[in-house]
């Protein structure tokens, strides 16, 4: 998969979802498709290769016919070495909730809505919905 500045987060989010079935997992990959045009999906197919050795294992599954992002690893890394991924409080906040919410890192939500905007929560409650009830958008 290559991205380019083109590429919007939700087609980045859409070429990782082919072939995902799992509501939570495909609600994660939502939150982090909708964060700011894609910024985590960028950084993660961008930075594959130096978060990947930072976490021990590919941060993207490349094992199926499509890519898809490899939550235990990046469960793995936020609790292990959340100093590999260098970013805001915000950013981090978001990337955190999407992986708890495929069981991969808990997530304290005083911390998360300390470091959210408004817009940031819309976006969480949007994809905590769709992980409980199925994809609402």
């Known amino acids: 998969m290559t991205v380019t500045d083109e590429t919007t987060g939700q087609q980045l989010t859409e070429s990782l979802l082919q072939g995902v079935g799992n509501e939570q997992m495909r609600a ?20 594959e290769a130096t978060l990947s050795a930072a976490a021990g294992r590919s941060v993207i599954d490349r094992s199926a016919r499509h890519p898809s992002v490899d939550w235990d690893t990046l469960g793995h890394l936020l609790l292990a070495r959340p100093g590999a991924l260098k970013c805001s409080s915000s950013e981090l906040a978001v990337l955190e909730v999407a992986a708890s919410l495929v069981s991969c890192c808990p997530v304290q939500l005083g911390t998360v809505f300390r470091a959210v905007d408004s817009h940031e929560l819309g976006l969480i409650l949007t994809v905590l919905e769709e992980a409980a009830y199925g994809e609402t958008y």
């Open 28 to 47: 994660a990959t939502r939150l982090l498709g909708a964060h700011r045009d894609g910024y985590w999906l960028r950084r993660l197919l961008r930075d």
